[in-house]
C-alpha cells in the first residue's frame, strides 16, 4: 500500500467492538481480568493501552520498523533508548543537535557513566575518527535543527553495522514521508510526537521505532519500568494527525520552497539554511536520501538586533517554540531552543544571535510572504 493509504489504516482499524470507524480513546488506567491469570491483552495502562498500541502499530509501518513505542514526550523517548546502553559507553552525537539533546547528556546522563562525543556527522569520516574500543552507539539528527545540515545515513551505517554499533536518527524535522533511515541502516528512530506526527500544536508526545527485535523487547521493558508512557488522548490526537501527514506534508514544502527562494533573493537576509534550494551544498544528498525537503528553515539577519525587528513584528507568523504544526511557527535558536548551549558553543555552530528559524505552516503562501516582507522591511 501507499504512504497515506497506510497512515490512514495501519492500527487504525474500525473498532471491532462497535464498528467505530476511529479508533477509541482507552481512558482507563486498569483492565477487569477474566480469572486469575487470564485477561484480554492489557493489564494496566503503563504497561499496555489500546489507544497507544493502535499509534505504535501504525508508525511502525509508517517507518518501516519491526516494532514502535509511544512515550510521554521526545525527549523521554531519547532517554528510553538511551539507557539501552550501561556505564562505561561512548556515544558519537550530532554536534549540533536540539539543544535538548546536549542538556539531557551532560547533565544528566554523564552523571550515569555514558560518555558523549560531539561532531560533525555530515562528514562520515569525523564520526570514524571519533570511534573508540567502548563507542556502542551514534546518535545522529538529519537535519539538524536550526541549520538544516544533513548526514549522510547510508555511508554512517557502513560505518556502524559492521561494528555492531547502534545507529539511532531523530526523524522529527522531516517524518517518515519524506524520510526513513531504518531503510539506510539505522536501527532506531526516534521521534518528538509533538511536532509533524501531531501536526495541529495540539499534545506533547514522543516514539521510538526499532529495527531490531531485541532492542524492541528490552526498550518495550523500559517503557514500562520507568513509566514515561504516552497517554491515551495524545495518543489518540497523533492517530488524528497522521492521517493527515501526506497532504500536510506535501504542503509545507510547497509553502517553504517558495518561502526559501523569497528568503534567498531579499537584500537584507544573509544567509538562507534549506536543503531543497538547488544551490544549497546539500541538495544533492538530500534528493538522495529523502522524498522531499520539508518545511523546516534557517536564515540570518546579521544581527541581534536585526532578528529582533523581524521576530518582534510578523503578525501571522507566530513567536513561539515548537515547529511542524498547520501554523507557521518562527523562533530564536539562540535563547530559545538552543539557549542551553553557552555564547561560545553556539558562535562555534553557526547559531548566530541573528539566525532565525521558521517552521513553514500550511496558510496560503501569499499571506505568508506578506507578512515576512513587511517585517523584514522594518530592518
Avoid at 546502553?85 to 539531557?104: F, N, T
Avoid at 575518527?129 to 548526514?151: D, F
Avoid at 506535501?250 to 517553504?256: I, K, V
Amino acid at each position: 500500500m501507499g504512504f497515506a493509504t497506510d497512515a490512514i489504516h495501519k492500527g487504525q482499524e474500525p473498532d471491532p467492538t462497535t464498528g467505530a470507524v476511529v479508533v477509541p480513546i482507552f481512558q482507563t488506567s486498569t483492565y477487569v481480568q477474566e480469572e486469575l491469570g487470564k485477561h484480554k491483552g492489557y493489564e494496566y495502562s503503563r504497561t499496555g493501552n489500546p489507544t497507544r498500541a493502535a499509534l505504535e502499530r501504525n508508525l511502525a509501518v509508517l517507518e518501516r520498523g519491526h516494532s514502535a513505542l509511544a512515550f510521554a514526550s521526545g525527549m523521554a523517548a531519547i532517554n528510553a533508548v538511551m539507557t539501552l546502553l550501561k556505564s562505561g559507553d561512548h556515544v558519537i552525537c550530532s554536534q549540533e543537535a536540539y539543544g535538548g539533546v546536549p542538556r539531557l547528556f551532560n547533565a544528566i546522563l554523564k552523571t550515569f557513566g555514558l560518555e558523549f562525543t560531539y561532531v560533525d556527522t555530515t562528514q562520515a569520516a569525523n564520526v570514524e575518527r571519533a570511534l573508540k574500543s567502548n563507542t556502542k552507539m551514534v546518535y545522529v539528527e538529519t537535519p539538524t535543527n536550526p541549520l538544516m545540515n544533513i548526514t549522510d545515513l547510508g555511508a554512517v551505517a557502513a560505518i556502524t553495522q559492521p561494528r555492531g554499533i547502534r545507529l539511532v536518527v531523530d526523524n522529527t524535522f522531516l517524518s517518515p514521508y519524506f524520510q526513513t533511515p531504518l531503510t539506510f541502516g539505522a536501527d532506531i528512530v526516534v521521534h518528538s510526537t509533538t511536532k509533524y506526527l501531531n501536526g495541529h500544536s495540539d499534545g506533547v508526545g514522543g516514539a521510538a521505532v526499532l529495527a531490531r527485535e531485541d532492542d524492541a523487547a528490552r526498550l518495550k521493558f523500559i517503557q514500562n519500568a520507568a513509566g514515561a508512557v504516552m497517554n491515551p488522548f495524545d495518543a489518540w490526537l497523533v492517530l488524528r494527525g497522521v492521517k493527515t501527514l501526506a497532504v500536510r506534508m506535501r504542503q509545507h514544502e510547497a509553502n517553504a520552497l517558495r518561502i526559501s527562494a523569497y528568503l534567498a533573493g531579499h537584500r537584507k537576509i544573509c544567509k538562507v539554511y534549506y536543503p531543497g534550494l538547488p544551490n544549497d551544498p546539500q541538495y544533492d544528498l538530500s534528493k538522495k536520501q529523502t522524498s522531499g525537503f520539508g518545511g523546516m528553515m534557517a536564515f540570518e539577519t546579521g544581527s541581534l538586533e536585526n532578528a529582533r525587528t523581524v521576530l518582534n513584528n510578523v503578525r501571522l507568523c507566530s513567536l513561539a517554540e515548537s515547529l511542524g504544526g498547520v501554523e507557521t511557527l518562527i523562533c530564536h535558536p539562540a535563547t530559545m531552543t538552543h539557549a542551553y548551549l553557552s555564547e561560545d558553543e553556539r558562535q562555534r555552530l553557526g547559531i548566530t544571535q541573528g539566525l532565525v528559524r521558521l517552521s513553514v505552516g500550511i496558510e496560503d503562501v501569499e499571506d505568508l510572504l506578506a507578512d515576512l516582507d513587511q517585517a523584514l522591511e522594518r530592518i
